[in-house]
């Protein structure tokens, strides 16, 4: 059964650095045409797309983010870890994680998401 | 960047009617357009990618077409599951969602 978890703290100041992790099961981000998407959703919100890393470790970033964002794998644990820095109340949103299979083109399977708000 | 604007951004529907999502890109994005239905709290469920391929699992009830810039999702006969968010996404260059278009019941 195909599984993505996302971990992370609930509650950042803003300026702090942002740091995910999504974990994966069931699957493996070493095979081949697996890659990870990233994901976000402010409150009442639209998806908007923030990032992805992909089996051979091609990376890419939104461009409009691509400054405050970095993406990489830990393919021993299984995890995908996404960071992002200088953090505004406008990033409180729920981030979600999911698969994507080059085979189809899309995320497929997506993680439940974890809401992280942006607050002193 | 490749803009995704859907409409209508709410549609109230009765369970058996047939409801038509449209999805329109900025440029050029030829067949590579996905749908995703959310309900909330939840996250978002694939039901369409390439255009008009139905994702395993999803009920054939739903389908897609279009390609270039003018895309549709159709639910042939609208069922009480189905009352949800509905997004388009474009992955031709990067990834762009749609704004989302909300079923509602009438």
């Known amino acids: 059964q195909v599984t993505l978890r996302e971990s992370g703290p609930a509650l950042v100041k803003p300026t702090q650095t942002l740091t995910l992790t999504c974990t994966l099961s069931?699957?493996?981000?070493?095979?081949?045409?697996?890659?990870v998407s990233w994901i976000r959703q402010p409150p009442g919100k639209a998806l908007e797309w923030l990032a992805r890393?992909?089996?051979?470790?091609?990376?890419y970033y939104s461009p409009s983010l691509k400054t405050r964002l970095t993406i990489s794998k830990d393919t021993s644990k299984n995890q995908v870890v996404l960071t992002m820095t200088n953090m505004d109340p406008v990033d409180t949103a729920t981030y979600f994680c999911?698969?994507?299979?080059?085979?189809?083109?899309?995320?497929?399977?997506w993680g439940q998401g974890t809401l992280v708000t942006v607050s002193s | 960047d490749i803009q995704m604007t859907q409409s209508p951004s709410t549609l109230s529907a009765s369970v058996g009617d047939r409801v038509i999502i449209t999805c329109r890109a900025s440029?050029?994005?030829?067949?590579?357009l996905a749908w995703f239905q959310q309900k909330p709290g939840k996250a978002p469920k694939l039901l369409i990618y390439?255009?008009?391929s139905l994702e395993s699992g999803v009920p054939s009830r739903f389908s897609g077409s279009g390609s270039g810039t003018e895309f549709t999702l159709t639910i042939s006969s609208l069922q009480p599951d189905d009352f949800a968010t509905y997004y388009c996404?474009?992955?031709?260059?990067?990834?762009?969602f749609g704004q989302g278009s909300k079923v509602e019941i009438k």
């Open positions: 069931g699957f493996s981000l070493s095979t081949s045409e697996v890659c």
């Open positions: 999911a698969r994507l299979l080059t085979s189809i083109g899309v995320e497929d399977s």
């Open positions: 996404q474009q992955y031709s260059d990067y990834r762009t």
């Open positions: 890393i992909d089996w051979d470790d091609d990376k």
């Open positions: 440029q050029s994005i030829e067949t590579w």
């Open positions: 390439k255009s008009s």
